[in-house]
């Protein structure tokens, strides 16, 4: 007959083998979703095209004095806490010299994947309204990605979502390109703020549910050897 110190022994056992078993679950379950980091973040209140947080490189070819600086920047698609400070402002230039120019980021992806480039734009009537992007896994060739875009004449929210281009995941030569087409004046032009590169963090390979079960169960018959042989240790009273 089990004596209720017997019977106590047995509970405590049980318990601490639930314990463990619902507590290696929660550690190597799969996180159920991985927030997006951001890469590069520009935000043009400098007055430069210098990456504002993170890493990257923005470069354009553009006649210089075509790249300026405006106030009236806008909040849309700012990050980290910047301020609606100032936009890049491209024009069309004289003769519309920078029809077919572009703005170039070399930006490494490496530990990313689902990579996503957005940014706030408006545009005039007379700047930039057919917009290529583009993508280059080398950094030297581009690709097309979509149809052009055409600004709106208020700033909106423009974005690329390049999760199905498995070769821009993970890769340090990643870059990105707009070429801008269409402006009919001098003064005709785009604005852009808060450009961002993201991507979600590639995680490191988490264990199959089957295999989490076999190692709870075996951390668990651990357990209990353990305890039985702490019972049955010589000099120890047993039940």
């Known amino acids: 007959m089990s004596t209720p110190r017997k019977a106590n022994l047995n509970q405590a056992l049980h318990s601490r083998i639930v314990f463990w078993f619902f507590l290696t679950l929660l550690l190597l379950w799969p996180a159920q979703q991985v927030n997006a980091d951001e890469i590069a973040i520009w935000n043009f209140n400098d007055s430069d095209l210098a990456v504002d947080h993170g890493a990257g490189a923005l470069t354009t070819n553009f006649n210089l004095v075509n790249l300026v600086f405006t106030l009236g920047g806008t909040s849309t698609n700012a990050r980290q806490g910047d301020v609606a400070g100032q936009s890049m402002t491209l024009q069309g230039g004289t003769s519309n010299a920078n029809n077919g120019r572009f703005l170039n980021l070399d930006v490494s992806t490496v530990g990313f994947n689902s990579i996503v480039i957005s940014f706030a734009t408006q545009g005039t009537s007379t700047g930039f309204t057919s917009n290529q992007f583009q993508y280059s896994l080398d950094g030297v060739g581009f690709v097309n990605f979509g149809a052009p875009y055409t600004p709106p004449l208020t700033f909106g929210l ?13 890769n340090p030569n990643a870059a990105f390109r707009i070429v801008f087409n269409g402006a009919t004046s001098a003064s005709g032009n785009n604005r852009i703020d808060n450009l961002v590169v993201e991507g979600r963090p590639i995680a ?31 000099g120890r009273r047993r039940d």
């Open 158 to 170: 423009v974005s690329f979502d390049l999760s199905t281009i498995s070769g821009v995941n993970d």
């Open 204 to 234: 490191t390979p988490i264990p199959e549910p089957a295999s989490i079960l076999l190692l709870s169960l075996g951390l668990t018959g651990t357990l209990a050897t353990k305890i039985k042989v702490w019972r049955t240790k010589p």
